[in-house]
């Protein structure tokens, strides 16, 4: 093997390889109904991409009227859609006061809908483990999970 055919492969593999996860990875997003805990949208991108950064590139289709619930993960969500709530961090060598925890567990109580669409995501074993499929049908079968989900939540 070329060094060149070498090295474009290990681009190719550097581009899903997680430094926190040890493996190589793909990141799914998954936008959820506060009522029904339908699936709205999905997005997908290969493991080494900041969740913020998936959400802008995607262009999640959120209406400005809509509540947008994040995770810390989000840190500049204010700025793309106004009507975004997430919760506070705490700052270095500080606590949060009494007002910022009440926030923060008034906002995870709103949140743990789209934490039980992730239950439901997992209970098929395909996305809770590692992928070993092709890396471009990883979004058609995690659409099709998402169907599935959907359907069950329909004609329960």
Not at 55 to 68: I, S
Request: aromatic share 8%.
């Amino acid at each position: 093997m070329s060094p060149k055919a070498l090295w474009n492969g290990l681009k190719k593999q550097r581009a899903y390889y997680s430094g926190k996860k040890k493996y190589h990875t793909l990141k799914a997003q998954v936008v959820a109904d506060q009522v029904t805990g339908q699936i709205i949208c999905t997005a997908f991108s290969k493991g080494r991409v900041h969740d913020f950064r998936l959400f802008k590139r995607e262009g999640v289709p959120l209406g400005p009227d809509q509540l947008c619930l994040g995770d810390k993960g989000y840190p500049g969500m204010a700025k793309v859609h106004a009507n975004t709530c997430i919760p506070t961090k705490k700052p270095r060598k500080a606590n949060l006061d009494a007002s910022e925890r009440q926030h923060n567990r008034l906002l995870a109580r709103l949140r743990v809908v789209i934490e039980h669409v992730n239950r439901r995501m997992k209970i098929f074993r395909i996305l809770a483990e590692r992928y070993r499929n092709r890396r471009r049908r990883y979004g058609l079968r995690f659409n099709l999970i998402a169907a599935i989900i959907n359907l069950e939540l329909t004609y329960p």
